[in-house]
Structure formats: C-alpha cells, structure tokens
C-alpha cells in the first residue's frame, strides 16, 4: 500500500476522531458546569452524589467507562440497540468522563471568585443568576482555560480509546493498516495527525485566552 493511500484512510479515521472530539466538547462543558453546581449545593445529598460521580469517573479507566455504557444495556437489561448506538455510545462515554474533569475546573474557578464581588453586584441591583452570569462567569473562564485547554488537548489523544469499542477512528484505522502491511509506517502517519491536530486546537485556546486579558 502507498503512502498517499495510507494518508488517505487514515485522514478519514481523522474525521471521525474530530466528531468524537467536537461532540464530546459540545456536551461536556454545559454539564461539567452543571456538575459543578451540585458539587458546590448547599443540599448534602445532591453534594454526595456529584462527589460520588466526580469520583467513580476520575477513578475508572475511561476505556473501562466506554464498555460500560456500550455493552451494560445489553447485559443488564437485555436491550440491544443495533449497530448505530456504538458511536452514540462512545459520545456518552467520554461526554460523562469528561464533564467530572471540566466541574472539578469549573469549581476551583468559581470558589476562587472573591465574596465582594457577589456583595457588590447585590448592592447594584444584579440578580443572582445575572450576578454569575455576567459578572463572575467571564472572570471564571479566564482563570481556568489554561486547565481547561489541557483537558481539550487531552481529549484529543484520549479519542484512540474508541478503539476498545472497534470504531474506526484513525488509531484504529492505523493499527488495521500496520497489521495488514507489517509496517510501522501507519502509526508515524498517525502520530502526524495527532500532533498537528493537537497544534491546531493548542492555537486556537490561545487566541481565545489573549482575547480574554481585558479581564486582568
């Protein structure tokens, strides 16, 4: 197999691992921050089981996570839902693992926020809810993106799990391919993509964090 052919399967393994990331991005953060607000809930049982949760998904292997949502419906309640549900289920996998990362982030950020300032912001009329919404949310996701950005970065590598549930993404696209060929080759060309991916995202977060400096 050419170079060119290898370059071409594996940028449309790329693809797929893009949607994984995007996805898992569009889902995770809004939840991560939900995750957070119970975790920070003056109501002990809603506080105990956003712990618990943060905990069983930060202290689990991911790919272990992955098998759980795919092939738990399955075994526990005997429901099979067709081929089409193991992308869905990789989305929810590393949507769920992901939102416990970004609260605990989201959390370290908001506890951060000086008390004056929600005092202030009482005094001037703001609503709760327009008090974080305008005032501490901005200032919040300054202080966090550079944690924030690791964890994207992350995602990015951590999107080669998909393999466990044999979803052709392109790590398991350029394991195929090695096998195949007995070639190291694949994996170089592989390795290519992922750091210019990761290049890519790594760009962006910075401009959206210099964008932000108004807010030192």
């Not at 809603?46 to 930060?58: A, E, N, P, Q």
């Not at 989305?91 to 982030?105: H, K, L, P, Q």
């Not at 966090?144 to 990015?156: A, D, F, G, R, Y």
């Not at 993509?193 to 910075?206: H, R």
Request: proline share 4%; glycine share 6%.
């Amino acid at each position: 197999m050419s170079i060119s052919v290898m370059l071409q399967m594996l940028a449309g393994g790329m693809v797929k691992s893009a949607e994984i990331f995007l996805l898992t991005l569009l889902f995770s953060l809004p939840l991560g921050l939900i995750v957070s607000f119970g975790r920070m809930s003056k109501n002990p049982i809603i506080r105990t089981i956003t712990k618990l949760y943060i905990s069983v998904m930060r202290g689990t292997p991911l790919m272990l996570q992955l098998m759980v949502v795919y092939f738990g419906p399955y075994y526990l309640f005997h429901v099979n839902f067709g081929s089409n549900y193991r992308f869905v289920a990789i989305i929810i996998g590393f949507s769920v693992n992901y939102a416990a990362y970004f609260a605990e982030i989201y959390r370290s950020g908001i506890e951060s926020m000086p008390a004056g300032q929600y005092e202030a912001a009482q005094m001037l009329g703001y609503s709760p809810a327009a008090t974080f919404v305008k005032i501490i949310l901005p200032q919040v996701v300054k202080r966090i993106l550079p944690s924030i950005t690791n964890e994207v970065i992350t995602l990015v590598k951590d999107t080669s799990l998909s393999f466990a549930l044999s979803y052709a993404e392109m790590f398991t696209l350029a394991k195929q391919i090695a096998a195949a060929q007995t070639s190291f080759m694949p994996f170089v060309i592989a390795a290519v993509f992922y750091y210019v991916f990761n290049l890519i995202v790594a760009v962006v977060m910075e401009k959206i964090e210099d964008s932000l400096r108004y807010y030192n």
